[in-house]
């Protein structure tokens, strides 16, 4: 699969809110680097944390822009609240290996009441 298909998946998944087929979209050991978050490294870490994440929040990734680039895909998105961010996927052997995203996590957690970190 190509970089763009991949991430199309992702984004269903991630709708869906469905860790198990988000967690099978990566490399074993993949790297999803949230930049407002620690790095979280592998498969299963990253499944735990997609987990952890879709039980705090209801989440809903708009795409805006789909762009592909050689092993790349960018993704420019929002929310239906509001908040936009982008994230870079790359991806080798149909799995995403790394995963950059970027986001205002102030207004994240001010949309979903949560405290201030």
């Known amino acids: 699969m190509r970089p763009k298909e991949v991430v199309q998946l992702w984004v269903d998944a ?3 809110g469905d860790p198990d087929a988000l967690a099978a979209l990566y ?3 993949a790297v999803n680097h949230q930049v407002a978050n620690d790095p979280v490294c ?3 870490a990253i499944r ?3 987990i952890g994440e879709f039980a705090a929040a209801k989440m809903v990734c708009i ?3 789909l ?3 050689g092993q790349w895909a960018i993704l420019e ?3 239906a609240p509001g908040l936009r961010g982008c994230g870079f996927f790359q991806v080798a052997g149909g799995k995403i290996v790394f995963q950059r995203g970027y986001w205002d996590k102030l207004t ?3 949309q979903h009441g949560f405290p201030m970190e």
Request: charged share 40%.
């Open 14 to 16: 991630f709708n869906a």
């Open 42 to 44: 592998g498969r299963a």
């Open 67 to 69: 762009f592909e680039d």
């Open 77 to 79: 998105w929002r929310d």
């Open 108 to 110: 994240f957690l001010r």
């Open 63 to 65: 795409v805006e822009n």
């Open 48 to 50: 735990e944390m997609f």
């Open 27 to 29: 490399h074993p050991d």
